[in-house]
């Protein structure tokens, strides 16, 4: 898969297409991963995914809490 980059500045046209102020270059997916710097690792994966777990469970927990004691 490649992927189009711009070697300038995105600007936002009138009728809102993107305009590229510069050049266009066409990179593939191992150079814009290579651009990209580090990707995650596992341990940041699974640190991530129990932060989001706790966040999850502390909003259905407020909603739930909300439910109750409305219905009193």
């Keep these: 898969m490649n992927f189009l980059a711009c070697e300038g500045d995105w600007s936002v046209g009138v009728d809102g297409s993107p305009i590229c102020n510069g050049s266009l270059v066409s990179l593939t997916q191992q150079e814009m991963q ?3 710097g580090s990707a995650l690792s596992w341990s940041d994966v699974s640190e991530l995914q129990g932060e989001v777990i706790t966040l999850f469970a502390l909003v259905f927990g407020f ?10």
């Design 34 to 36: 290579a651009l990209s």
């Design 63 to 72: 909603l739930v809490l909300k439910k109750v004691l409305k219905q009193r």
